[in-house]
């Protein structure tokens, strides 16, 4: 199983900015997916933003055109890049990755993000 080791949670005020990292313990470069989830209280975890095997990225609606995800190949880092952010973006985010060919997938210990003024 891979291990991933999350960084950049905080507390942060509306409209300010994050930037999350994500490090695995093995090569992303090969990979069936990656990317990132999150969970607010009560609430279901949901795929904030995930890149495919193709290269593919999306994104949940409520995020796309202030959240960016990318990553560093040769550091196994997947970062996610988030700006102009909200008090419902307040969630505890996970790191995902699911390994090539298997499918298996690991998951990070998860970081809170709190947006709160």
């Known amino acids: 199983q891979v291990q991933l080791v999350e960084s950049g949670g905080g507390l942060v005020q509306p409209g300010g900015s994050l930037r999350l990292s994500c490090a695995a313990s093995?090569?992303?470069?090969?990979?069936?997916?990656m990317g990132w989830y999150r969970q607010a209280p009560g609430n279901q975890r949901e795929l904030v933003a995930v890149i495919a095997r193709s290269g593919r990225i999306n994104y949940v609606d409520s995020v796309k055109g202030r959240f960016t995800i990318s990553r560093d190949n040769i550091k196994n880092t997947v970062f996610l890049q988030m700006n102009s952010l909200k008090p419902e973006d307040t969630a505890v985010y996970y790191c995902?990755?699911?390994?090539?060919?298997?499918?298996?997938?690991?998951w990070g210990q998860g970081t809170q993000v709190t947006v709160s003024s």
């Open positions: 995902y990755y699911s390994s090539w060919p298997d499918g298996r997938d690991s």
């Open positions: 093995r090569s992303i470069f090969n990979i069936n997916a």
